[in-house]
């Protein structure tokens, strides 16, 4: 009912705005002028800057199950935002990720409500996400934040403060995380923080890092109410209807323009078959012969080595504006390969502490509900597939799923002893591994050139269905690896 009542009076507001303006087409007289009305219109076409509007599910014309999610989410957040707009590619999904955002945010937790969405704050602007910064400054006022903090980390409480450097951390070197810096946290005398506390704020770093990969990674454009979401400027269109605008028909085919290049549709044709041929080989290797632990081993430290020289070339440092690096320190402070010249970071074997066994039921004990919650999510990421691969149906995708989730985790140094790294090389190309690194490493540094550029023939939803994958990945990874330090702090 609220999301019945709210898309009414968003219908008689378009009405009133439209009767006030007035417009050629529809023969009445504007008096913005005369009355000195500003109206803001949308700046961007749609949710996401790379995936054509049409392309994406518009409010009005979902089936049940996608209305019951609209409604849930609005009922949630107050607001039907462009993420949600985009991940509904994926239901199943969706639900998912709506009940573990609402739960970390929302339910009962360790953390008072106002230090959850600072704590989001925080993580979303490590990556200078002013998306997801906006969002979580007006939510964090909303639950009677104190509009101090948002002047600077320097006026949050001293224990925010010092979530600062595991934030840090955790967004670009995940692997340096020891038990020294959850002792650091925990024995702060008056600032210090509980276990419970800590986790709780451990799963909100990770979720707003690997949100910020997912906001960039699809192109998520600004809300209208947001900065860089709207602009007063009169369209420039031709025989263009004020009452397009308020209405919400704004859109323009500006973003059919391929900015990967002129690719024929024959060579991405061909792209996808080579791709199907590949699996179907790696397939009967498999069957074939299985290769000793060793070459297991030694493949894993090639593919390892090989990622550090995946860059992009349009791989320039991005300045943080103020707006958002007043919500963190040391700005200098990025992405860093994991083995670089005269450092080795031991290899984090998966068979020693993995989610499953260790870090599920940690998060559960100390987060009751949660650990439940996230599991569920990563396995509805890991394993959701419709069977598809571009024009192609009933295929088995597994193959590629686990490749591309075992590269990012490969990227950040963990292993799993039974994966053959050797398959990597042969189903992600260059351009592919390109996206991926950027998205989870450095996702501020994405373009849609990027995103045009790998799996050229598949559909949007198809992109969209790898953006979670990634995603899930990076915050499993995260999580890896402050689980593991919290749980040498406790023995």
């Not at 219109?41 to 949710?47: C, E, K, N, S, V």
């Not at 967004?171 to 986790?199: D, F, M, N, Q």
């Not at 799923?401 to 260059?430: P, S, T, V």
């Not at 023939?457 to 198809?462: G, I, L, R």
Request: charged fraction near 25%; glycine fraction near 6%; include cysteine.
């Amino acid at each position: 009912m609220r999301l019945a009542t709210a898309a009414n009076e968003a219908y008689t507001a378009s009405l009133a705005v439209s009767e006030l303006l007035g417009c050629k087409q529809c023969g009445s007289r504007g008096q913005d002028e005369e009355l000195g009305i500003r109206i803001p219109r949308p700046l961007g076409h749609g949710p996401s800057r790379f995936i054509p509007e049409k392309e994406i599910l518009q409010v009005g014309s979902e089936d049940a199950q996608m209305h019951t999610l609209f409604t849930d989410s609005f009922a949630a957040l107050g607001r039907l935002d462009n993420i949600t707009l985009v991940m509904v590619f994926h239901p199943q999904y969706l639900e998912s990720f709506l009940k573990t955002q609402h739960y970390l945010l929302q339910m009962d937790g360790p953390l008072p409500l106002h230090y959850r969405h600072y704590i989001g704050i925080m993580a979303a602007a490590r990556h200078q996400c002013s998306y997801l910064v906006n969002l979580h400054v007006n939510d964090f006022l909303h639950v009677g934040g104190d509009p101090k903090w948002l002047n600077g980390l320097e006026n949050a409480p001293q224990k925010l403060q010092n979530l600062g450097e595991l934030n840090k951390v955790l967004a670009h070197r995940p692997w340096l995380i020891t038990k020294e810096h959850i002792e650091g946290l925990l024995k702060a005398e008056e600032h210090s923080w509980s276990l419970a506390e800590l986790v709780h704020a451990v799963v909100l770093l990770t979720h707003y890092h690997s949100l910020a990969s997912f906001t960039f990674g699809c192109g998520i454009s600004p809300e209208i109410h947001c900065d860089g979401g709207h602009t007063f400027r009169p369209p420039s269109v031709s025989n263009y209807c004020i009452c397009d605008i308020t209405n919400g028909n704004h859109s323009v085919d500006e973003m059919q323009v391929n900015s990967a290049g002129n690719v024929s549709v024959s060579d991405s044709f061909f792209e996808v078959e080579a791709l199907m041929e590949k699996m179907k080989q790696l397939q009967e290797c498999r069957e074939e012969e299985e290769a000793s632990q060793e070459e297991m081993a030694s493949r894993f430290e090639i593919e390892k080595r090989e990622s550090m020289f995946v860059f992009s070339s349009d791989d320039d440092e991005v300045t943080p504006a103020r707006d958002v690096s007043r919500h963190f320190e040391d700005t200098s402070y990025g992405y860093k390969d994991f083995s670089r010249h005269g450092m080795h970071v031991p290899t984090f074997r998966v068979q020693d502490y993995c989610w499953e066994d260790h870090g599920y039921s940690l998060v559960n004990r100390l987060y009751p509900d949660v650990g439940q919650l996230i599991d569920e999510k990563f396995h509805i990421a890991y394993n959701l597939t419709y069977n598809t691969m571009a024009m192609h149906k009933d295929v088995d995708t597994s193959m590629l799923r686990r490749a591309i989730w075992n590269y990012i985790h490969c990227m950040f140094g963990i292993r799993y002893d039974d994966y053959d790294y050797g398959e990597i090389n042969q189903l992600l190309d260059r351009s592919f591994k390109v996206y991926i690194k950027t998205v989870v490493c450095t996702p501020e540094k994405v373009t849609k050139r990027m995103y045009d550029s790998f799996w050229r023939q598949f559909k949007h939803s198809e992109k969209v269905h790898v953006n979670l994958l990634l995603i899930e990945a990076r915050m499993q990874a995260e999580l890896l690896y402050a689980l593991r330090a919290i749980t040498r702090y406790m023995t």
